[in-house]
């Protein structure tokens, strides 16, 4: 049994998946609560739709009162573009921490724009990885390296809306009574699996270098390695699309499937992190297990560990397969061929040619 290690892609600058922003003297000169007639600092807004439109998100950590922060924010017109702000009279370390939470992305993702160097030392004492800013550079935010992703797809340019439609979906789970089974159901999740085309590509890409969680391998791939696999004769890519009654989540997992005679394996398997509390997480694999055992194959899937896709080994251990072999970083794993799962009923799965 030979097993191909993936080379990783040239190391890169991370890309942020967020900026948090603190507000006085930073968003806006002045102090609220000493001045009502804050302006906005120039520039800021300008930078903030700047990210906005290449997939970055925003959110604030700000020691204010935060019915009337919220109110000027309104007041200037920009309040939509925060996301889940942390407006208390708490340290800014745990207000960020609660962006990232309540984002369900890692602490390593974002950045902190404050005016006091105490305030982005805090953070920086609390969260190393977190890159911190000086407001007063803050017109120099969409130049840094970190700020500028290789694509700007077209589920990037509305992340921001689709976190607002999984809030809306957050709200309505708390207000719900019944069984989760039962909240689910309710969505009227749609959920497809297609082949990659090479309009998918771009997002494909994004989603290898984005997401940590819920990937199998943690292995990159370029723009151009992934439009290989999807000419090669020997290789399956696969995206998966999902969407309920509050809009669309855009495409949310990928996989890639090596066949080599009676054996296939899985080269990569992931899911986005906003998808983690649908129910959702086993679809694909379900479906590359049912299609293996279709065919009469022996289906295999490469796990490398690392410090945050311990949900993927545990998923696969529930699916029915077991360790085979390893080489190096990599495990190999292997179904048993026992249990051949169904599709959640909550969900209708459509899977296209």
Not at 118 to 139: S, Y
Not at 151 to 177: C, I, N, P
Not at 294 to 299: H, R, Y
Request: aromatic content about 8%; overall charge negative; charged content about 25%.
């Amino acid at each position: 049994m030979t097993t191909t290690v993936k080379t990783p892609m040239p190391t890169t600058v991370k890309t942020v998946k967020c900026v948090v922003w603190d507000l006085d003297n930073t968003v806006w000169d002045g102090v609220l609560l000493e001045d009502g007639d804050v302006t906005l600092r120039p520039g800021v807004v300008e930078v903030i739709r700047t990210l906005d439109e290449r997939g970055i998100l925003h959110s604030i950590a700000s020691r204010n009162d935060h019915d009337a922060a919220m109110a000027k924010l309104e007041e200037f017109g920009i309040a939509e573009y925060f996301l889940y702000p942390q407006i208390t009279w708490g340290s800014k370390s745990d207000s960020v921490r609660a962006v990232a939470q309540a984002l369900n992305i890692g602490i390593d993702t974002l950045a902190f724009v404050d005016d006091q160097p105490f305030e982005r030392d805090e953070v920086r004492f609390a969260h190393a990885q977190v890159l911190c800013i000086d407001a007063a550079d803050a017109g120099r935010i969409p130049h840094m390296p970190q700020m500028q992703p290789r694509f700007v797809t077209e589920d990037s340019r509305e992340r921001r809306h689709l976190y607002r439609a999984d809030a809306r979906r957050k709200q309505a789970e708390e207000a719900h009574q019944g069984t989760d089974e039962e909240f689910l159901a309710s969505l009227g999740m749609r959920f497809t699996i297609a082949p990659a085309r090479e309009r998918d590509l771009q997002r494909a890409e994004e989603l290898t270098v984005r997401t940590h969680q819920l990937n199998a391998t943690g292995y990159t791939y370029s723009y151009e390695e992934l439009d290989a696999f999807r000419r090669s004769p020997r290789h399956d890519l696969l995206v998966a699309g999902l969407e309920d009654r509050y809009g669309t989540y855009g495409r949310i997992g990928l996989t890639l499937v090596e066949r080599d005679g009676t054996v296939w394996t899985v080269k990569l398997l992931l899911m986005s992190c906003r998808v983690m509390s649908r129910g959702v997480g086993t679809v694909l694999l379900n479906h590359l297990i049912r299609s293996a055992h279709e065919a009469g194959v022996t289906l295999r899937a490469e796990f490398v560990p690392t410090d945050r896709n311990r949900t993927m080994f545990v998923t696969y251990k529930f699916a029915g397969f077991r360790e085979v072999a390893r080489n190096g970083d990599v495990t190999v794993l292997e179904h048993d061929g026992a249990r051949i799962p169904g599709f959640p009923p909550y969900m209708d799965v459509t899977v296209e040619p």
